[in-house]
DNA sequence: TTGGCTCACACT
DNA sequence: CAGTGTGAG
């Protein structure tokens, strides 16, 4: 559930990097045939001409959906082009799509604060680089600052294509007085210019939105898609959030979005200014109640983080229907297969980036046969990461073992496996400094205190090998 | 077949 | 702490 952050005193400038369509760019860089043309990546093409996860503008203006299966996409636009993910071990592969996301992360990051929040998608605190912009180069005098901030949607100003340029001039010169929007116009120009370098790096578009917090940042990077950004002056806030639908905050697309709607009728957010923070915390609990009541008002106090790689990894598949699994041999292969994934992503990221993780947990999905059983779950089961990819197989193994015992309590029904997946997370960096990588592992990793009961001592294995 | 595969986080 | 659930894209 949200949770209510303390509330920032000084005005930031957030901004919310989207990249438009991504994975279908990244297929469009590799295969410029593509550019400009219907196209959508799909994975497993064998069901249903396989599942649509990213469509390009061309193939959304004949009403493709991301929620389509590619016939169909297929049906209602005949000339797309389905491009399919990557499989390695039997399974969809994102490693390309991974390191175009490191790509764009990395000229991102460089002008402040940066976290990335999903493959592609980066929050950006640019309040200190605006600060200083507006210190050398206040944005009401240079010609040249104008034409970068006219490339801007500005919220609660006409945006009449035509008058853009003019709308902005305007807007920026009416708030000769407001620091504020300075600051944002100022955001506004770093972010363009960010955006103008990504695509002559990488050759990939993307969209943004740029105010004083995050909610609103990223509320609106989407609004005017692709390869634009729009800014959210805070005189328009008010307004803005007064239509906006709960479905379309962020937090709010769930089952807490459906509450605000069937039990106390609130269907903009404006609506929620009705309700006092006492009513909203009493219905939702102190966190929640507070968050909604500072929500509706535009607040949000929730900072960027400067973080640029993920917190765990994860690699998983699923075995819809037929596909299910039905024995423990059968698991041991898709496990193996997903274990051998991730050793391989975890050990390039200690090598990349000298971060080791801690914990390996294992996650499954299943079901009794002909039982009814439905309502139980299976187990997830964690324990201390072993670095070597036999050794992650192995405790994986003792893992599934381990919930598939609590899962079936002791009845010896039959099952079967829907899912499966392996995480390793509690990831941190190794102290840098000391080059004894090697010493750091030996005393602080999961490998001197093994969790799982170990019978069976397993003969080293030495794929720490490229560590120096 | 609840689109598949990832991620993050709050709660207990 | 390990494990559960929600939510996003």
């Known amino acids: 559930m949200p949770v209510a952050r303390p509330e920032q005193q000084q005005p ?21 045939a593509l550019r400009g043309q219907p196209t959508a990546v799909v994975q497993y ?40 993910v990557p499989v390695a071990r039997d399974k969809a592969d994102l490693n390309l799509y991974r390191s175009a996301g490191s790509e764009v992360v990395a000229i991102l990051a460089s002008k402040g604060k940066c976290e990335r929040a999903s493959i592609d998608e980066v929050y950006l605190d640019l309040t200190d680089a605006a600060k200083e912009m507006l210190l050398q180069a ?14 801007s949607n500005i919220l609660g100003l006409p945006s009449d294509a035509s008058e853009k340029e003019k709308n902005v001039r305007a807007w920026l010169c009416r708030s000769d007085a407001d620091y504020q929007d300075k ?47 729009t800014v959210v002056p805070s005189s ?49 609990g102190v966190n929640t109640g507070t968050w909604l009541w500072k929500i509706a008002r535009g607040i949000s106090g929730e900072e960027v983080e400067d973080r640029l790689l993920p917190k765990s990894h994860g690699c998983g598949k699923t075995f819809p229907g037929p596909k299910a699994l039905k024995n423990s041999t059968s698991v041991k292969g898709w496990l193996d297969q997903l274990c051998d994934e991730l050793s391989e992503r975890i050990q390039s990221d200690l090598n990349q980036n000298k971060r ?12 009794k046969e002909n039982e009814r059983d439905l309502a139980k779950k299976f187990p997830s089961k964690s324990c201390p990461l072993r670095y070597g990819t036999g050794k992650i197989q192995e405790d994986a193994m003792k893992l599934f073992e381990s919930g598939l015992q609590d899962f079936l309590e002791s009845q010896n029904t039959g099952w079967i496996i829907t899912s499966l997946s392996v995480t390793a997370s509690k990831i941190f960096d190794i102290p840098s400094g000391t080059s004894s990588i090697l010493r750091y592992i030996k005393g602080h990793s999961p490998a001197a205190s093994p969790a799982i009961p170990d019978s069976s001592s397993v003969p080293e294995d030495p794929s720490l090998g490229d560590v120096p």
Not at 67 to 84: F, H, T, W, Y
Not at 138 to 151: C, L, R
Not at 187 to 192: C, E, F, L
Not at 356 to 367: E, K, N
């Open 138 to 151: 206040p944005p009401d005098s240079p010609e040249e600052i104008f034409m970068e901030a006219a490339k």
């Open 45 to 84: 093409n064998d069901w249903k001409g396989g599942g649509l996860i990213a469509v390009s503008y061309e193939a959304r203006g004949f009403g493709v959906k991301r929620s389509m299966r590619g016939d169909e996409a297929k049906r209602v636009c005949p000339g797309i082009n389905l491009v399919q």
């Open 356 to 367: 080791i993780a801690q914990t390996l947990t294992l996650h499954a999905r299943a079901s």
């Open 12 to 32: 930031r400038v957030i901004a919310h990097v989207d990249m438009d369509c991504f994975y279908v760019q990244v297929e469009q860089r590799r295969n410029p």
């Open 183 to 229: 600051l944002l116009a100022c955001g506004a120009i770093i972010v363009a210019q960010l955006r103008v370098r990504v695509l002559e790096e990488t050759q990939f578009t993307c969209s943004a939105g740029i105010a004083h917090n995050k909610m609103l940042a990223k509320l609106v990077s989407g609004m005017h898609k692709p390869a634009q950004q």
């Open 236 to 284: 328009s806030v008010q307004d803005f959030l007064a239509s906006l639908p709960v479905k379309k905050m962020k937090q709010l697309g769930g089952k807490l979005g459906s509450s605000l709607q069937d039990d106390l009728g609130v269907e903009t957010i404006g609506d929620l200014l009705s309700f006092t923070k006492e009513k909203l915390q009493e219905q939702y």
